[in-house]
C-alpha cells in the first residue's frame, strides 16, 4: 500500500512538472510558428495603395528573416474596414498580421454609422509603426492667397466657406480639413472625390479651392508651378518641400496630423511573438529600400515600440473622435 501510495505520487509530481515545463516554454515553441504554416499579411486595401505598396515590399523580407512564407490576402471595403475586422476575429497565434492605417484603426470606429466589427485598439496587439505622412495643403497657381492667414480669411469672407476637396469622406485629407476647422472655428466646405486622383486634377482645374494631401500626389504639381503649397502638417518642414513652413511656423499650433502606417496582430497574440515580429519589421523599415519607398511616399520612418504605438494609437482614437463629434461627419 505504501509503495502504490509512493508511486502515485511520483508519478503526480513528474506530471506536474512535465506540464510546468511545457507551459513556460516561449509560445512560438507550443505552435510551431513561424514555420508551421505561412504567415498572412493582410491588407485592408485594394492593390496598389501604400498600404499594399509597403507590404510586398515588407513580406518577402519578412519571409527570409523568418525562414517561412508570408502571403499577401487584399481585404478591402468600407475604409480598411473589412479586412480588419477579419484580422480581428483570427487566431491569435502570430500568423496572421494587418496592414493598419490612421483609417482603419483611429477614425472608422467614430465616423461609420453601422459597427465595424471590431474595437481599434482591444481588438489587435500593435507591432510596428512604419511612418507617418505629413499632408500638404496647397492651392491653384492662380490663387491670390499665399499663406495660412490668408486661406483662413478667405474662407470666413465666403459664403460657406472655400472649398475643399479630398479622396472621400474620413480619408485623412478630409479629417485634416476638419481638423483645421474644428481648431480655428472656420468653416469648408468638403467637395470629397473617388481617390486622389480626381480630387487633384479639380484643384488643378480650379473647380475646387483648396485640398490636403501627401507630397506624393500634390508636389509633382507643385514642381511643375501647377499649385501652390501654403503649409505642410508635419513638425518639421520637409525635404522635398524646404521652403514651406510647418502648420506650427504659420500659427496654428497643436495641429499634428499625419496619415500613418502600421502593422498590427489580433489581441492576444503572445509577446514574444510581437517582439520578434516587432524587431525584424524595424529591421526591415532600416534598409535602404523602405527607407527610400517611405520618403517617395512623402513618410518618415518610425522607431516606435509597440508600447509606443499603443499609446499613440489611443492618443489618435481620442482626437479624431472629438473631431467628427464636433464636425457632425458620419459614413454609411
Given at each position: 500500500?505504501?509503495?502504490?501510495?509512493?508511486?502515485?505520487?511520483?508519478?503526480?509530481?513528474?506530471?506536474?512538472?512535465?506540464?510546468?515545463?511545457?507551459?513556460?516554454?516561449?509560445?512560438?515553441?507550443?505552435?510551431?510558428?513561424?514555420?508551421?504554416?505561412?504567415?498572412?499579411?493582410?491588407?485592408?486595401?485594394?492593390?496598389?495603395?501604400?498600404?499594399?505598396?509597403?507590404?510586398?515590399?515588407?513580406?518577402?523580407?519578412?519571409?527570409?528573416?523568418?525562414?517561412?512564407?508570408?502571403?499577401?490576402?487584399?481585404?478591402?471595403?468600407?475604409?480598411?474596414?473589412?479586412?480588419?475586422?477579419?484580422?480581428?476575429?483570427?487566431?491569435?497565434?502570430?500568423?496572421?498580421?494587418?496592414?493598419?492605417?490612421?483609417?482603419?484603426?483611429?477614425?472608422?470606429?467614430?465616423?461609420?454609422?453601422?459597427?465595424?466589427?471590431?474595437?481599434?485598439?482591444?481588438?489587435?496587439?500593435?507591432?510596428?509603426?512604419?511612418?507617418?505622412?505629413?499632408?500638404?495643403?496647397?492651392?491653384?497657381?492662380?490663387?491670390?492667397?499665399?499663406?495660412?492667414?490668408?486661406?483662413?480669411?478667405?474662407s470666413k469672407?465666403?459664403?460657406?466657406?472655400?472649398?475643399?476637396?479630398?479622396?472621400?469622406?474620413?480619408?485623412?485629407?478630409?479629417?485634416?480639413?476638419?481638423?483645421l476647422a474644428?481648431?480655428?472655428?472656420?468653416?469648408?466646405?468638403?467637395?470629397?472625390?473617388?481617390?486622389?486622383?480626381?480630387?487633384?486634377?479639380?484643384?488643378?482645374?480650379?473647380?475646387?479651392?483648396?485640398?490636403?494631401?501627401?507630397?506624393?500626389?500634390?508636389?509633382?504639381?507643385?514642381?511643375?508651378?501647377?499649385?501652390?503649397?501654403?503649409?505642410?502638417?508635419?513638425?518639421?518642414?520637409?525635404?522635398?518641400?524646404?521652403?514651406?513652413?510647418?502648420?506650427?511656423?504659420?500659427?496654428?499650433?497643436?495641429?499634428?496630423?499625419?496619415?500613418?502606417?502600421?502593422?498590427f496582430a489580433?489581441?492576444?497574440?503572445?509577446?514574444?511573438?510581437?517582439?520578434?515580429?516587432?524587431?525584424?519589421?524595424?529591421?526591415?523599415?532600416?534598409?535602404?529600400?523602405?527607407?527610400?519607398?517611405?520618403?517617395?511616399?512623402?513618410?518618415?520612418?518610425?522607431?516606435?515600440?509597440?508600447?509606443?504605438?499603443?499609446?499613440?494609437?489611443?492618443?489618435?482614437?481620442?482626437?479624431?473622435?472629438?473631431?467628427?463629434?464636433?464636425?457632425?461627419?458620419?459614413?454609411?
Amino acid at each position: 500500500m505504501q509503495r502504490r501510495t509512493l508511486i502515485r505520487k511520483t508519478f503526480a509530481t513528474g506530471t506536474a512538472l512535465l506540464a510546468t515545463a511545457f507551459a513556460i516554454q516561449p509560445a512560438s515553441a507550443q505552435s510551431g510558428w513561424p514555420t508551421a504554416k505561412p504567415i498572412t499579411y493582410v491588407v485592408p486595401f485594394a492593390p496598389g495603395g501604400n498600404t499594399d505598396t509597403l507590404a510586398r515590399v515588407i513580406a518577402p523580407a519578412l519571409a527570409t528573416a523568418l525562414g517561412t512564407q508570408v502571403v499577401i490576402d487584399n481585404k478591402a471595403g468600407a475604409g480598411g474596414s473589412v479586412g480588419s475586422a477579419t484580422v480581428s476575429r483570427a487566431p491569435a497565434d502570430g500568423f496572421t498580421i494587418l496592414g493598419g492605417t490612421i483609417s482603419s484603426h483611429a477614425i472608422n470606429i467614430s465616423l461609420y454609422t453601422n459597427p465595424i466589427g471590431y474595437d481599434p485598439v482591444k481588438s489587435f496587439a500593435p507591432i510596428a509603426m512604419l511612418g507617418s505622412g505629413p499632408l500638404v495643403l496647397a492651392v491653384p497657381a492662380s490663387s491670390p492667397h499665399k499663406t495660412l492667414n490668408e486661406v483662413l480669411a478667405a474662407s470666413k469672407a465666403k459664403n460657406g466657406g472655400m472649398t475643399s476637396a479630398s479622396a472621400g469622406i474620413g480619408t485623412s485629407p478630409h479629417m485634416a480639413m476638419e481638423l483645421l476647422a474644428h481648431q480655428t472655428g472656420v468653416k469648408f466646405t468638403h467637395v470629397p472625390f473617388r481617390g486622389s486622383g480626381p480630387a487633384v486634377q479639380a484643384l488643378l482645374g480650379n473647380q475646387v479651392d483648396m485640398m490636403f494631401d501627401t507630397s506624393l500626389v500634390v508636389g509633382p504639381h507643385i514642381q511643375a508651378g501647377r499649385l501652390r503649397p501654403i503649409v505642410v502638417t508635419s513638425s518639421k518642414r520637409l525635404e522635398s518641400l524646404p521652403e514651406v513652413p510647418t502648420i506650427a511656423e504659420a500659427g496654428q499650433r497643436g495641429f499634428d496630423m499625419g496619415s500613418w502606417q502600421a502593422v498590427f496582430a489580433p489581441a492576444g497574440t503572445p509577446q514574444p511573438i510581437v517582439d520578434r515580429l516587432h524587431a525584424e519589421i524595424m529591421k526591415i523599415v532600416a534598409t535602404p529600400e523602405l527607407q527610400a519607398r517611405l520618403k517617395g511616399f512623402g513618410m518618415v520612418p518610425s522607431t516606435m515600440t509597440p508600447a509606443e504605438l499603443g499609446e499613440y494609437q489611443k492618443a489618435e482614437v481620442a482626437k479624431w473622435a472629438d473631431v467628427i463629434k464636433a464636425a457632425g461627419i458620419k459614413a454609411e
